[in-house]
């Protein structure tokens, strides 16, 4: 039970759905990373990569990691904590996210069925993510009005 505050009363809001949601996201942020890395290495030793565009798409999924880390973390203390400024981050950041992902999945240089597959699972966590993140949000910004 939610300790009781100025202002706030002795309810729970928190999702345990948001905090599911972010677990899993936590752990398949970790396969998708490593699966990304790998592709990129083997797109660049079996097909003609740019250097240029080897060179961004890495710096760019390194990008995606750090701000996936600090996207999970505000989410998972914005939903414990209830806080509303935590959870609109995480869902700004999610949105960052997002577009890093949809680079990924249309384009990057070379686009492998394997790309598509997991930056696909990828997307529909982050839509799922974000829509329970909305709905934990206003019902956050409800009760503490």
């Known amino acids: 039970m939610a300790i009781g505050r100025a202002g706030r009363n002795a309810t ?3 999702s345990v759905l948001l905090q599911i ?3 899993l996201s ?3 942020s970790l396969f998708y990373f490593l699966a990304s890395l790998c592709l990129i290495i083997y797109k660049s030793q079996v097909l ?4 240029s565009d080897l060179a961004l798409d890495v710096c760019l999924l390194l990008l995606m990691a750090a701000l996936d880390i600090i996207r999970v973390y505000l989410g998972v203390r914005g939903n414990l904590q209830e806080s509303e400024k935590y959870v609109g981050a995480n869902l700004i950041i999610t949105g960052t996210t997002l577009l890093f992902a949809v680079y990924f999945l249309v384009w990057q240089s070379y686009v492998l069925r394997a790309d598509v ?3 696909s699972i990828l997307l529909c966590l982050y839509g ?6 909305f709905g934990a949000l206003a ?3 409800s009760a503490y009005s």
């Not at 799922?128 to 993140?133: A, K, Q, Y």
């Open 12 to 14: 729970v809001l928190s």
């Open 21 to 23: 949601l972010l677990c």
């Open 26 to 28: 936590a752990f398949y």
């Open 48 to 51: 003609s990569y740019p250097d």
């Open 117 to 119: 597959i997991v930056n």
């Open 128 to 133: 799922l993510t974000g829509v329970v993140g």
């Open 139 to 141: 019902r956050f910004t």
